[in-house]
Nanobody
Framework: QVQLVESGGGLVQPGGSLRLSCVAS?????????MGWYRQAPGKQRELVAT???????NYVDSVKGRFTISRDNAKNTVYLQMNNLEPEDTAVYYC????????WGQGTQVTVSS
């Protein structure tokens, strides 16, 4: 079992920055998990934003490349999403995700980019 708790969302102006955090807990060692961030904007399907494997291999959706950075701290059981140069199109609920035998999701954190 894995429990995921996100934090760090909020309201930011276009061009601003936010850092999301996701703390994992439970019976599965965080260090072996591939972790991901998804987002879901109103009226749209949930989309994968970024992933980081246990070995540190990283992938991003094209729309965030060069602006977002995913990282992990295995000592803190935490995965981060640093979001820079935010755009109104980044407005969404952001979810932390992992999959170990089954899917695990956090409760989500709202990110709103607006002037």
């Amino acid at each position: 079992q894995v429990q995921l708790v996100e934090s760090g969302g909020g309201l930011v102006q276009p061009g601003g920055s936010l850092r999301l955090s996701c703390v994992a807990s439970g019976s599965i060692a965080f260090s072996i998990l591939t972790m991901g961030w998804y987002r879901q904007a109103p009226g749209k399907q949930r989309e994968l934003v970024a992933t980081i494997t246990s070995l540190g291999n990283i992938n991003y959706v094209d729309s965030v490349k060069g602006r977002f950075t995913i990282s992990r701290d295995n000592a803190k059981n935490t995965v981060y999403l640093q979001m820079n140069n935010l755009e109104p199109e980044d407005t969404a609920v952001y979810y932390c995700y992992t999959n170990y035998i089954r899917e695990y999701w956090g409760q989500g954190t709202q990110v709103t980019v607006s002037s």
